[in-house]
């Protein structure tokens, strides 16, 4: 996870050189080494031309490392029965799998799905300024709403993204979790909090399915107190 946070963070870099001084190539990728020259031609100051170059060098010589990472992670999660049983689950591939089982590690230190949402950053903040007050000398209950403040802020952002990264692929893509998101924007929610409401099910899911070793073939088979 680091190795890939470097390269896309080397190729935004790159990109940012080029969203300064040259003109967008159609057609043509700005990572591409094929297109490499195109590209740097367009760099007519010769500081800025060398900068790119040693940008490219980098993202090189980051690339097989990235490549070497992936296949380490993809041969130790072998090891693994939860990381087969995860995939079972739409828009969940090898790499998601096996991060899940590296910075989850167990089911276990979730009592129930709520909990799992909280670590991922899906559990709603809501705000009380009291739950009683004082009114002429009497104890009352304050009628007041709660108001809602948002996801909570303190979370595994690692975990938060690989759920929402494969809500979101799921979101695309035909199949059971398709048809749960489009269910819910049909309804008249809105997509984001549609999206939101598919990561928090993919993520009740695998909490499920980890826990029972027992796969769930549609998310509305998922039972209401799941996990």
Same mark, same amino acid.
């Given at each position: +996870? ?14 940012? *050189?080029?969203?300064? #001084? ?5 057609? =043509?990728? *700005? @990572?591409?080494?094929?297109? /490499?020259?195109? #590209?740097?031609?367009?760099? *007519?100051? &010769? ?10 060098? %980098?993202?090189?010589?980051?690339? &097989?490392? /990235?490549?070497?990472? /992936? ?9 693994? !029965? !939860?990381?087969?049983?995860?995939? %079972? ?27 799992? #949402?909280? @670590? ?11 739950? @009683? ?14 108001? *809602? ?20 692929? !799921?979101? =695309? ?15 008249? +929610?809105? &997509?984001? +909090?549609?999206?939101? =409401? ?10 499920? +399915? #980890?826990?029972?070793? /027992? ?13």
């Amino acid at each position: +996870m680091t190795v890939t946070k470097d390269v896309t963070r080397l190729m935004n870099r790159i990109k940012s *050189v080029y969203r300064s #001084w040259a003109i967008p190539c159609a057609g =043509t990728s *700005v @990572y591409t080494p094929r297109h /490499r020259g195109e #590209w740097l031609a367009q760099l *007519v100051e &010769p500081g800025v031309r060398i900068r790119a170059e040693h940008l490219y060098q %980098q993202l090189d010589s980051l690339q &097989p490392v /990235r490549l070497d990472a /992936r296949r380490q992670l993809l041969l130790e999660s072998r090891k693994h !029965a !939860a990381v087969k049983l995860l995939r %079972q689950i739409p828009s969940i591939g090898p790499i998601r799998a096996a991060l899940l089982v590296a910075l989850l590690q167990t089911p276990h230190r979730f009592r129930t799905k709520r909990q799992l #949402w909280a @670590y991922s950053g899906f559990a709603v903040e809501v705000h009380d300024s009291g739950e @009683y007050r004082w009114v002429r000398g009497k104890l009352q209950r304050n009628r007041e709403r709660i108001t *809602v403040r948002g996801l909570n802020n303190n979370h595994n952002k690692d975990v938060k993204n690989l759920f929402k990264s494969a809500a979101i692929s !799921a979101s =695309t893509r035909p199949g059971p979790l398709h048809d749960f998101y489009l269910a819910r924007v049909e309804s008249g +929610m809105r &997509p984001t +909090m549609a999206r939101l =409401t598919l990561a928090r099910k993919i993520a009740a899911i695998t909490l499920t +399915m #980890w826990k029972t070793r /027992r796969r769930i073939s549609t998310p509305n088979s998922l039972p209401s107190q799941a996990a």
